[in-house]
Nanobody, 123 residues
Framework: QVQLVESGGGLVQAGGSLRVSCAAS????????AGWFRQAAGKEREFVAA????????YYADSLKGRFTISRDNAENAVYLQMNSLKPEDTAVYYC????????????????WGQGTQVTVSS
């Protein structure tokens, strides 16, 4: 069982940066793929980025490559998403997820989800 708690969301101006964090419970967190998804108002939840259990492999949504960076610290049971050059269209609730999956981009392959953290980018 894994519990996930996101933090670090907030209001930022376009062009700014923000880092959101996900704190995980459980001694086996390093065996889980961790992912970030986001859901804008009225839209489907979409994949943002994922990272393997060891942190050696990362995946990104094509549209976000170069602006967003996912990382993890297994000693701290934490996953991070660094977001740079933010745009108003990045406004969404950002969710952390974890799963023992070989399909890191697929939302349904994750077993555990956090409650989300709101990121708002003003123009």
């Amino acid at each position: 069982q894994v519990q996930l708690v996101e933090s670090g969301g907030g209001l930022v101006q376009a062009g700014g940066s923000l880092r959101v964090s996900c704190a995980a419970s459980g001694r086996t967190f390093s065996t889980y793929v961790a992912g970030w998804f986001r859901q804008a108002a009225g839209k489907e939840r979409e994949f943002v980025a994922a990272i393997s259990g060891s942190g050696g492999v990362t995946y990104y949504a094509d549209s976000l490559k170069g602006r967003f960076t996912i990382s993890r610290d297994n000693a701290e049971n934490a996953v991070y998403l660094q977001m740079n050059s933010l745009k108003p269209e990045d406004t969404a609730v950002y969710y952390c997820a974890a799963g023992r999956t070989t399909e890191a981009l697929r939302r349904s392959s994750y077993d555990y989800w956090g409650q989300g953290t709101q990121v708002t980018v003003s123009s």
